[in-house]
């Protein structure tokens, strides 16, 4: 079974500040992603990775950054936290017979 | 464009069959899924078809496709009350590495 484990369930976190969050997978797989789900918008994508320090842009980028120096680590930046990224982040893996599998999300508050 | 839609909420009575609807506008899908997200959770894929298919089953799981009229259903036969959960339809278009998602159907099973 594939694993994706994300560093924190709940974050509470004040504006203005850098907040990181971490996704590790237990694979080798190449792609993954970066989502924020919020209610009846569904899960936007933000960014995600086909290999070690690629990315690309999601449709809703703006105000984040991600980080990719290892294969099995993808990591989402909020450079300067504001209450509207106040939401839930799902990190996904995608495999080669195109299934994607995801984490458990993070719950991040922004006060 | 790449909207997917869903109605927001179904309530059904357990033991009865439960039928989700999802509609989409991309005419170049290649696969599309159905993931279930159960209270405070990630994302669990339940199951997913490719576009030449206009059905799968799989258990108490039937998935349909209307490619022509580009409506994706998933039956849920026999509705236990730990289907409770919002119920998610994807799409992967042909070329992309990530899925566009429709909203959600939140299902409530009366017991």
């Known amino acids: 079974d594939v694993k994706v484990t994300q560093s924190s369930r709940y974050l509470v976190k004040r504006t203005g500040e850098k907040v990181f969050l971490e996704c590790v997978q237990d694979?080798?797989?190449?792609?993954m992603f970066w989502y924020r789900q919020d209610p009846g918008l569904g899960l936007r994508l933000i960014y995600f990775s086909y290999d070690v320090k690629m990315k690309e842009k999601g449709d809703i980028p703006e105000g984040y950054s991600v980080s990719r120096e290892k294969k099995e680590r993808f990591s989402l930046i909020l450079e300067s936290a504001s209450t509207n990224q106040t939401s839930m982040y799902l990190c996904?893996?995608?495999?080669?017979?195109?299934?994607?599998?995801f984490g458990p999300g993070t719950r991040l508050t922004v006060t | 464009g790449e909207d997917v839609e869903q109605s927001l909420f179904l309530s059904v009575r357990e033991g009865d069959s439960s039928v989700i609807n999802c509609t989409y506008t991309?005419?170049?899908?290649?696969?599309l899924y159905w993931y279930k997200q159960e209270p405070g959770a990630g994302l669990q894929l339940l199951t997913y078809i490719f576009s030449n298919m206009d059905m799968k089953q799989d258990q108490r799981l039937t998935v349909l496709l209307n490619k022509k009229d580009k409506h994706l259903s998933l039956r849920i036969a026999d509705t236990q009350t730990g289907d409770s959960a919002i119920y998610f339809c994807a799409e992967r278009q042909t070329g992309a590495n990530n899925l566009f998602f429709g909203t959600g159907t939140r299902l409530t099973v009366i017991p």
């Open positions: 996904a893996i995608g495999t080669n017979s195109y299934e994607q599998y």
């Open positions: 991309d005419s170049s899908s290649t696969y």
């Open positions: 694979m080798d797989h190449e792609n």
